[in-house]
């Protein structure tokens, strides 16, 4: 069974690998620079990648200054983005219509790294296949018996919440129908799929289609623009598994 995860962060890509211990695991986000990181983290040697976080430091003008470098190597754009990513405003990931990343400075205490987890994460990846565009170019790579973990930008109608408002511009409602396409072509394929997404009206009419194990979970968040938004979600987890 080859584990096909789909937009996929790095913490639930290495638990679900340590978890499951796939034969042949393939990950894949449109996020060029998350890739990007992935890659690096295999190919340079990740002790580069930690040599430069380490140099890195925990104050306004230093993150701008990291936030606005073009750097030229591998490592030095992966360390960037995990910086970036670290001590930006809530670990928002969001980019300007220049393509260009634009989170603010995050004011965090502390300017810590899990070195050891990095250096585990770049032996997982080392035997993962790694892919970067729209989910639906990875349905070539799925099998009959394989497993498909997706895990999209949770969008839906009009919350008139800034995290949403954000990620309707990257994720739309077409997205989430295309997506419910593939779902189809996964299970005609079949192969397993284990999705999680909003829990909303407006997504259910779309992915309802299936018929298929739903789960609903309560769960907290701390990502979120204004303070008010952040607290409980309530999610689905939907499966054609037992
Ligand atoms: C909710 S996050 C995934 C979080 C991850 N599974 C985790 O738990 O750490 C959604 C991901 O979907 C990616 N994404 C957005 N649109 C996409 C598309 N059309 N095709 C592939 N990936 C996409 C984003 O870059 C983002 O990394």
Known sequence: MALI??????????????????????????NQDLINAYAAMVKDCVDLIVEHLKKFKNSKDYYYKVRGAKYKNSYQQAAQFIYLNQMSFNGIYRVNSMGEYNVPYGYREKYQFDYDNLKKVSQVLKNVAINSGDFQETMSNIKEGDLVFIDPPYTVTHNNNGFIEYNKKIFSLDDQRRLSDMIGQIKETNAFYIMTNANHESLKLIFGIHKDKTTIMERNSSIGGIGAERGKYSEIIMTNGV
Do not use: G, Y
């Not at 913490?11 to 986000?29: C, G, Q, R, T, Y």
């Open 5 to 30: 995860n789909i937009m996929s962060l790095l913490l639930v890509a290495v638990l679900f690998f340590f978890h499951l211990h796939p034969e042949k695991p393939f990950i894949s986000d449109s």
